[in-house]
């Protein structure tokens, strides 16, 4: 079976020594969240998910839910698993102090979220769809739909789901046919299918409020007819009390590759009532404000499950013995050397740790900027962390999806063909891993909306936020005796690159859109390793920094600046590579007729 | 410019509105001119002359492009002061519009108008044979109607009208004053109704409003419709009637009813009782009379919109046709669309070309004269004859054979031919004869387009091209959106440099676009800097500084010949020619402390240099610097040539042309005379007194922020330019060339850029138009 530790010394290294979070107690909810009160909650946060979620991954995923007549059991131990985590007050870690929850920064709440998706990706998705819920109806809802929900979904007494999908509308919502007809009385009928609901029925709760995107007859066509409602699994009583059972119900659960801890159901909307969140015809300006999230959230879930299955991979490569070292013995009194010895092993948990580690860091500084668009007192300094946020989250969600999803892949690998057996865990973690490349947006259409969305916004201003600090930091550290040649210099080589691949997509892409859709995969993938390249940059500056220092922990931050410099020396010239396949062009990927496939 | 032989000096009767404006215009080109109405009672007799003057300096936009040119206009009343009219040549009179009044000044003219002199009048409504009726034969034969469009001095339009006994050559010499001398667009019309612009012109506002409301348009669609899909300004019809004034409308409408043949279309289409015409009454009693009242069809600035179903007003809803996006590949596919903006244009469209065409040679006795009157007279786009030909003339004359429709005479006698046709590299029309003619190009009055066809360029790339327009002389056009200057515009500047090697002995820069320049491409320098391309950016600075030097120093003579916007790195070129020829409507500027820069291309240099060396200034190294200082700081844009020369831009020596279809061909003629013995400029230096005129300029910049008339950014964006100007780490017993003073200005530009601030203005004036006061 797998082991799973929480990375709690990387977390205080991310926020102690690099974001160096004390620096922000001025923002509200940072000065609750001193750094013993943080400890402390990781270190509770690493005991619920070490010793609650991780032992329940393979049971979620041995015995999937179960579906007779409407009702869905999840997989044994799973709900006693959410009663835990619900009376421990989880799910109020984040949220606002209003509704009951904590009000602690996000930066914090990413670092459990991450620990939950390594633990039990599973079982973590139902607090993360609540959480979901939460946001949208906190930034749209009315003040009473606040109060009649928040609290309760805040609590976890109550789940939430995200309603998009229908059989014949995935990827493009224009196609949408679920209809919301006006009742007279501010009320909504809603009708029609909606499928690959996550979380939309189970046995872990006494209520669901789905949130869901209808068409009300008579709107605008295509998207801009999309309005969002919220439609409770039973109706709520003016007293708060549960009534009656609202007219949706669980028509089936998917039989899937992965994640069988969770039910994905198909919703049958008959006449249910909702009620419209935010504008009619909105809907989908309300989705986008908490997409930033949901997709950070889906980028934490490949991080999380790469981090498990990096953690049991190097531990597989201490103990198997296959082999000798090609440079001689290292194990003479062992049959054999562990294979942790040998390099082609090595190139894979290099790999998979310095993906692991430097996504973390990234991450968790992307969960800062998300406070700062939240709290900062400072109208510019929200704009900014804003603009930063929104440039980021579709790199983010797809690289460390991709990459995520590719680290259990290698994890894989180093089991040989163990890793193929289900009694492992290993094969589980690739099937588990495989869904966050396609749900909340597949990285496809992640690329688009970077490409063709985000780098045009006012004129490149998104790019701003990134630019300009990596330009600095290369200005100022180029020149540095302990970073420079070895860090900096490659960082400001793919920096280049990424600015003249930028440039190439922004003057062709704008008069031929078929180069920037054809350029938007290799070029998020481009902006990713130049971002990982900064972090690691800077993290090496810093455990630099802390080793002259004397710090105590001389392991960790050397390990750090070695983990750096194979990113520097090893991953990040992918975008030599990257930049010339952009710039070849869209010919050759498009020049074949359709019936030639 | 000057008065073209015949015409020195000018008369207006009538300080209206029109008569005041049309002195004005007279004024603007230099003409002395006086301007006579009735005595008023009371000490000042003048007094209504006088006060017209004064509206004029108040009015916008002005009718006056210089405020000094008021001098030029000699108020006076027709009781004491008639005399002055004895020393004119041209007696324009622009008083009411009632024949006996009129008929009545004549005859007092005519007591003390000097021999040979003109009469005009300003009429839109009285029939030219009705005005001279009674009048001796004399008079006859030196009278015509000129008629202006309000304002005079923007609309392009002169209609010239002579009558049976009108001397050709008092004609002729109002004519070649209405081109020449005041830059009009001379139409020659005949004595009917309406002459030709407003014979057109209101036949199509009564169709057009008319079928928004049969066939159940709201105004905003049918302004959207008959907006710029249809080639005419995008205040679309409604939005016409409320800037012109609604009250106007049933005057003019009622004066062609009256005037036109009953068989007229525009007689015999017209319904007294179509629900429209209660509802403008109503809207007219009311005080909604348009701009100028409370409101018309729209009112709270455009915010709402009067709605045919409830004849009440309420919020404006953008049109969305699916027509109107069609409308994008063409006039074609707009009336060919399905949708109900398709089907309206279509009826507009078809109803107002049958009209036209059925009016050739009525009304004018080419199609040339009825497309240039619309052109210039109702700002429209294309001509109806233009028109037609986009939508093939035979397919016009089919599709209105298929509704049943008759087809006008000259559509027949074209039978799908083109109204306009380039063969053997000439510009060709069809007569109303059938045959085509070459359309005229006069030799000092062409375009650029004249001199492009049937020749290959000599040299260019996608943004600008060097063409070959005779007499060894060659001109840099710039053809990009709004002639914004990118990195191809500079390659090309830096390559015209060198059109000498290629026997060129001159270059003139400037095309038909309607600006000149707007400045350089900011979109693609704000993503740059927002990507932190430092070293793309600085190598564009020195690329376009060098260029532009190139331009200064080369061999042979460059004149620029700006007309309307010519901004920034636009204003730049001109400062960087050896002589401009600007057309009178140019607005020039050095505008990047707008958008939170300073002048790159040397626009600083050149600036600073000439205000230092300029002999006229007061003493001592501060007044030049704090002039230039405020000029760039402040961003000021000249409203005129006129004012540009206050401003520095254009020196004692450049040249203005009025009229703009002259303007190449004067900068042509000058470039040649520069050329004959050409020496370039001799690099020049000058002294800078560094930090003191730093500090002093500084210190005043503090205070305008102190007293809230400058911003915290403006204080950056004015202390970069204030160590530009000052010459930097400089002091006054240093000299400086152009280079030391360029490097100051690429310095400062690229520090600018990297502030949030300045990034935050252009891309704040990129999405809005507007500048950023931040």
């Not at chain 1, 007050?89 to 009951?100: R, V």
């Not at chain 1, 802390?546 to 090893?570: C, H, I, N, S």
């Not at chain 2, 497309?371 to 089919?398: H, N, T, V």
């Not at chain 2, 830096?494 to 979109?523: E, H, P, T």
Request: hydrophobic share 45%; aromatic share 6%.
């Amino acid at each position: 079976m797998p082991t799973y530790e929480a990375p709690l010394k990387d977390y205080r290294f991310v926020l102690n020594d690099l974001i160096q979070i004390d620096r922000y107690a001025n923002l509200p909810g940072f000065a609750d969240a001193p750094r013993e009160t943080v400890d402390a909650i990781l270190e509770e946060g690493a005991r619920l998910v070490q010793e609650v979620l991780a032992p329940l991954n393979q049971v979620g995923d041995r015995e999937g839910c179960h579906f007779d007549q409407g009702r869905v059991t999840t997989p044994t131990g799973f709900k006693a698993a959410y009663d835990t985590y619900r009376e421990a007050g989880w799910g109020a870690l984040t949220a606002d102090p209003a509704y009951g929850g904590q009000g602690l920064p996000h930066v914090i709440g990413m670092m459990v979220s991450e620990m939950m998706c390594s633990a039990n990706m599973a079982f973590a998705m139902y607090p993360g769809l609540s959480h979901g819920a939460y946001a949208a109806i906190h930034a749209h809802g009315t003040d009473e739909q606040k109060q009649m929900y928040l609290p309760k979904l805040v609590s976890g007494v109550w789940t939430g789901t995200m309603n998009l999908t229908e059989p014949q509308c995935g990827t493009d919502l224009g196609l949408m046919r679920t209809k919301a007809e006006p009742q007279g009385d501010g009320s909504y009928r809603i009708t029609g299918t909606k499928i690959f609901i996550s979380a939309g029925e189970h046995d872990l709760a006494e209520n669901i409020v789905h949130l869901v995107l209808a068409k009300i007859p008579g709107g605008p066509a295509g998207i801009k007819g999309v309005s969002l409602f919220i439609v409770p699994k039973f109706l709520i009583n003016p007293d708060g009390s549960l009534g009656a059972r609202n007219g949706v119900a669980c028509g089936s659960i998917e039989h899937k590759m992965g994640i069988h801890g969770n039910s994905t159901c198909v919703l049958n909307y008959d006449g249910a009532t909702g009620y419209l969140v935010g504008e009619a015809h909105k809907g989908m300006r309300a989705m986008f404000t908490m997409m930033n999230e949901a997709r950070l959230g889906v980028g934490v879930q490949g991080l999380g499950v790469a981090e498990v299955a990096y953690q049991n991979a190097a531990i597989y490569a201490r103990d198997r013995l296959q082999m000798r070292s090609l440079s001689g013995v290292k194990a003479p009194d062992k049959p054999a050397d562990p294979i942790i010895v040998h390099p082609d092993i090595r190139r894979m948990l290099m790999t998979m740790r310095a993906f692991t580690e430097g996504a973390r860091a990234l991450a968790l500084q992307t969960g800062l900027l998300i406070d700062f668009s939240l709290r900062h007192p400072d109208a510019q300094a929200r704009r900014d962390a804003d603009d930063l946020v929104a440039l980021l989250t579709p790199m983010l969600k797809a690289y460390l999806t991709d990459s995520g999803f590719e680290t259990t892949n290698l994890a894989l690998q180093c089991y040989g063909g163990h890793g193929y057996i289900q009694e492992w865990g290993m094969e589980q973690f690739v099937r588990d891993a495989r869904i966050t490349q396609i749900y909340e947006g597949t990285n496809g259409i992640q690329a688009l909306d970077l490409v063709g969305r985000k780098l045009p916004m006012h004129m490149g201003r998104l790019l701003r936020q990134f630019c300009h600090p990596l330009d600095r930091f290369i200005r100022e550290n180029s020149a540095d005796p302990a970073i420079g040649k070895t860090y900096v210099l490659p960082l400001a080589r793919a920096f280049a690159r990424f600015q003249q691949a930028t440039a190439w997509i922004a003057e062709r892409g704008l008069a031929r859109p078929d180069e920037a859709g054809a350029a938007a995969s290799d070029y998020l993938k481009l902006f990713a390793l130049v971002a990982l390249g900064h972090v690691w940059a800077q993290m090496a500056k810093v455990a630099g920094e802390k080793l002259a220092q004397g710090a105590d922990d001389r392991a960790f931050y050397e390990a750090k600046l070695v983990t750096a410099r194979f990113f520097m020396e090893r991953m990040l010239p992918d975008t030599a590579a990257l930049q010339a396949k952009i710039q070849a062009g869209a010919e050759s990927m498009m020049a074949l007729p359709a019936d030639a496939f | 410019m000057g008065a073209a032989p015949g015409i020195a000096r000018v008369a207006v009767i009538g300080s209206g509105v029109m008569g005041a404006a049309i002195a004005a215009h007279v004024a603007n080109a230099g003409v002395p001119v006086v301007l006579l109405d009735i005595a008023a009672e009371g000490a000042d007799r003048s007094k209504l002359a006088k006060g017209a003057i004064d509206r004029l300096l108040k009015t916008k936009p002005a009718p006056l492009m210089h405020p000094s040119f008021a001098r030029r206009i000699t108020p006076g009343n027709l009781e004491d002061d008639l005399g002055l009219i004895a020393a004119c040549d041209w007696i324009c009179e622009a008083i009411i519009e009632k024949v006996e009044i009129k008929r009545a000044l004549y005859q007092r003219l005519q007591t003390v108008r000097k021999p040979g002199s003109i009469v005009s009048s300003n009429t839109s409504t009285i029939p030219l044979a009705e005005l001279v009726r009674g009048q001796d034969p004399g008079f006859a034969a030196d009278f015509a109607i000129t008629h202006f469009f309000n304002p005079p001095r923007y609309m392009r339009l002169l209609e010239v009208v002579g009558g049976a006994q009108t001397r050709a050559d008092a004609l002729a010499a109002l004519r070649r004053f209405g081109d020449e001398t005041l830059g009009k667009e001379v139409v020659a019309a005949k004595d009917t109704p309406g002459f030709i612009a407003n014979r057109i012109g209101i036949y199509w506002s009564v169709t057009a409003m008319e079928a928004a409301f049969d066939q159940g348009l709201s105004i905003e669609e049918a302004d959207a419709v008959v907006g710029r899909p249809m080639g005419v300004p995008k205040t679309g019809i409604f939005g016409l009637a409320d800037l012109t004034g609604l009250d106007l409308g049933p005057h003019v409408v009622g004066s062609m009813l009256k005037l036109l043949p009953k068989s007229d279309a525009f007689v015999t289409a017209y319904r007294p009782d179509h629900p429209l015409n209660a509802l403008t009454a109503r809207l007219i009693a009311d005080g909604y009379i348009g701009r100028k009242g409370k409101g018309g069809f729209y009112r709270d600035r455009g915010k709402e919109v009067l709605d045919f179903a409830t004849g009440t007003y309420r919020p404006v809803v953008p049109a969305e046709l699916d027509s109107v996006k069609a409308a994008k590949s063409g006039l074609k596919a707009l009336v060919e669309h399905p949708d109900k903006g398709g089907r309206y244009a279509w009826t507009v469209l078809s109803r107002v070309l049958v009209y036209a065409a059925d009016l050739v040679p009525e009304i004018a006795d080419d199609i040339l004269a009825v497309d240039a009157a619309m052109r210039c007279g109702y700002a429209w786009k294309e001509g109806p004859f233009q028109q037609i030909d986009r939508l093939g003339s035979g397919w016009l004359a089919e599709k209105l054979k298929a509704e049943g429709r008759p087809v006008p005479r000259l559509l027949e006698i074209a039978a799908g031919r083109p109204f306009y046709k380039i063969e053997g590299g000439k510009a060709l029309y069809l007569t109303p004869g059938g045959d085509y003619a070459e359309i005229p190009v006069a030799p000092d009055a062409w375009t650029l387009a004249d001199k492009k066809r049937g020749r290959e360029r000599i040299a260019g790339n996608r943004s600008a091209s060097l063409w070959d327009i005779g007499d060894g002389v060659a001109c840099l056009e710039i053809h990009t959106k709004m002639n914004a200057i990118d990195g191809d515009v500079i390659a090309l500047v830096a390559q015209a440099a060198k059109i000498d090697k290629r026997g060129y002995k001159a270059l003139i820069i400037g095309g038909d676009a309607d600006n000149f320049s707007v400045g350089a491409n900011i979109g693609l320098g704000l993503f740059a800097a927002n990507l932190a391309l430092w070293p793309v950016l600085e190598g564009g600075i020195a690329e376009g500084q060098s260029a532009y030097m190139a331009l200064k120093y080369a061999p042979f003579p460059v004149v620029a010949a700006p007309a309307r916007m010519t901004l920034g790195g636009g204003c730049e070129i001109c400062l960087h020619s050896d002589a401009v020829q600007a057309h009178a409507e140019t607005y020039m500027g050095l505008v990047e402390a707008g958008v939170g820069l300073v002048p790159g291309w040397g626009g600083c240099t050149e600036l600073v240099i000439r205000a230092t060396l300029n002999k006229k200034r007061p003493g001592g190294p501060m007044p030049p610097i704090a002039q230039v200082f405020e000029t760039i700081s402040t961003a000021k844009v000249s409203a005129s040539a006129a004012e540009a020369r206050d401003l520095l831009l254009l020196r004692p020596g450049d040249g203005i042309t009025m009229n703009r279809r002259r303007l190449l061909a004067d900068a042509k003629a000058r470039a040649l005379a520069l050329a004959a013995d050409y020496k370039p400029p001799a690099p020049v230096e000058i002294n800078l007194p560094g930090a003191t005129a730093r500090a002093a300029l500084d210190m005043a910049v503090e205070g305008f922020v102190r007293q809230g008339k400058a911003t915290a950014h403006d204080k950056v964006v004015a202390g970069a330019l204030a160590k530009v100007l000052s010459g930097g780490d400089t002091d006054i017993t240093r000299s400086l060339k152009e280079q030391d003073i360029m490097a100051l200005e690429r310095e400062a530009f690229v520090s600018l850029l990297k502030t949030n601030a300045t990034l935050d203005r252009i891309e704040h004036m990129l999405e809005t138009g507007k500048p950023l006061r931040n």
